[in-house]
Structure formats: structure tokens, C-alpha cells
């Protein structure tokens, strides 16, 4: 089994910075990805950014490119998300999730942690 637990996370300005932290623990070679995603209020919950195995990095959103950067750190079997020039419309609750080697849905998912960016 993979588990995971997220930290990070908080009340900023627009234009401040936050990291979100990913710690993995479990069977580590069973993992495909490492996705974060979000859910503002009264939307559906998004893919914003993953992370492959081999370390390839994508951005599933326009919106966060040039701005968060998602990577990981192999030796604390943890994955970042940093944000950067953060925007009202960035808030939501952001989760981290994982993508098992031959799953097709994200599974487990982290609790999720309330970012909100004040104008």
C-alpha cells in the first residue's frame, strides 16, 4: 500500500509564495505519478500538476505555468509544490494523489489543505 500526507498550505496575499509538501511512504516502486491537484469552491476538483517516475514533470493547467513548479525530493520520498505569484483565483483546496503502475484513477488521495490567496 502507498500513503500519503500532505502539509503546507495557509493564508497569503496575491503575489506571495507557498509550498505544499507530498510525503509518500509505502511501496514505492508501485507508483506511476504523483499528481496535485485542486478544487475551488463550487467547481470539480482539477489536475494541476504530475510527477512521473522518471521524473518528467507536466502542467495540466495553463493558468499555473511559469508559476508552480512540481518536483521532488527522492530522499525524503517527497513531492513539492511550489506557487508562486499566487492569484485569488488559486484558491482552493489543494491534494496531493497517487497513480498506481497499471491503475486508472488517482488512488489514495491526501486529505487536502485550504490554500487562500487575498486580493
Known amino acids: 500500500q502507498v500513503h500519503v500526507v500532505e502539509s503546507g498550505g495557509g493564508l497569503v496575499q496575491a503575489g506571495e509564495s507557498l509550498r505544499r509538501s507530498c510525503a509518500v511512504s509505502g511501496n514505492m516502486f508501485n507508483i506511476a505519478a504523483v499528481g496535485w491537484h485542486r478544487q475551488a469552491p463550487a467547481k470539480q476538483r482539477e489536475l494541476v500538476a504530475v510527477i512521473l517516475a522518471n521524473g518528467a514533470t507536466g502542467y495540466a493547467l495553463d493558468s499555473v505555468r511559469g508559476r508552480f513548479t512540481i518536483s521532488r525530493d527522492d530522499a525524503k520520498n517527497t513531492v513539492y509544490l511550489q506557487m508562486n505569484r499566487l492569484k485569488p483565483e488559486d484558491t482552493a483546496v489543494y491534494y496531493c494523489?497517487?497513480?498506481?503502475?497499471?491503475?486508472?484513477?488517482?488512488?489514495?488521495w491526501g486529505r487536502g489543505t485550504q490554500v487562500t490567496v487575498s486580493s
Open positions: 494523489a497517487i497513480l498506481r503502475r497499471g491503475g486508472t484513477a488517482y488512488d489514495p
